[in-house]
């Protein structure tokens, strides 16, 4: 079976510090890989995704994320901080299938900023 | 290009209510999909539809309706609406690949 988990709900930091948010998927295939961002009372954004090629993604905003297949990992980064990163992320799982393919969405990370 | 287009932006029903939520994209992509977003559960799938006249049932379909006569459009019907029903509704359009692109949503409240 597939899934996705973030393993936190929510992530507080400062501004101007790293952010890591962190999240481990279960596939029987090898899957592509997205983080998508949600701000307050928008739709989703797509910041990043894997498809097998480089391991280290680079997303918009100062983003990345790192596919670790041995420990079924693709945590999200960010060096420094800044208060407009405050919103939910989501880790995405897409698997293909007959007739096109199947999407499992973690249940998201609140990211808040302080100043 | 508009992207993806949802109306309304909220919506309050009674219970046992009908009401049709639209979704319309400018991209020309055949995949189109609905979910709901409830607190601490993500996105679910609804229905979702690889082209014109092809739907098919997603995650939580109980309780909705879809078609998709062009490939433009694709509405969620609610035929007799329940609190449980309660919830965010996005539509996501893709070319077929499995990049997403999201409305802005549609809020719903059912008393």
């Known amino acids: 079976a597939q899934s996705v988990t973030q393993l936190d709900s929510h992530v507080s930091v400062s501004e101007g510090t790293p952010v890591l948010l962190r999240c481990n998927y279960s596939?029987?295939?090898?899957?592509?890989l997205f983080w998508y961002v949600q701000h307050p009372n928008k739709g989703l954004q797509l910041l990043l995704k894997?498809?097998?090629?480089?391991?280290l993604v680079k997303g918009i905003n100062g983003f990345e994320a790192e596919f670790k297949k041995s420990e079924t990992s693709f945590h999200l980064t960010k060096p420094s901080a800044h208060m407009s990163d405050a919103a939910e992320y989501f880790c995405?799982?897409?698997?293909?299938?007959?007739?096109?393919?199947?999407?499992?969405f973690g249940a998201g990370t609140r990211l808040f900023v302080k100043a | 290009n508009a992207g993806v287009t949802q109306t309304p932006k909220f919506q309050v029903l009674k219970t046992g209510q009908s009401m049709t939520l639209q979704c319309a994209q400018d991209m020309n992509h055949e995949y189109m999909s609905w979910y709901r977003q409830d607190p601490g559960m993500g996105l679910r799938l609804i229905h979702y539809?690889?082209?014109?006249?092809?739907?098919d049932q997603g995650e939580v379909p109980n309780g909705y309706n879809v078609s998709r006569s062009t490939t433009e459009d694709f509405p969620l019907r609610l035929l007799s609406a329940a609190p449980s029903q309660t919830s965010v509704y996005f539509c996501?359009?893709?070319?077929?690949?499995?990049?997403?692109?999201f409305g802005p949503g549609t809020r719903l409240l059912v008393l």
């Open positions: 996501a359009s893709s070319a077929g690949g499995e990049t997403q692109y």
């Open positions: 995405v799982v897409s698997l293909h299938r007959t007739g096109g393919f199947k999407t499992i």
């Open positions: 539809s690889v082209g014109a006249g092809i739907t």
């Open positions: 894997y498809t097998s090629a480089a391991t």
């Open positions: 596939s029987s295939y090898s899957p592509s």
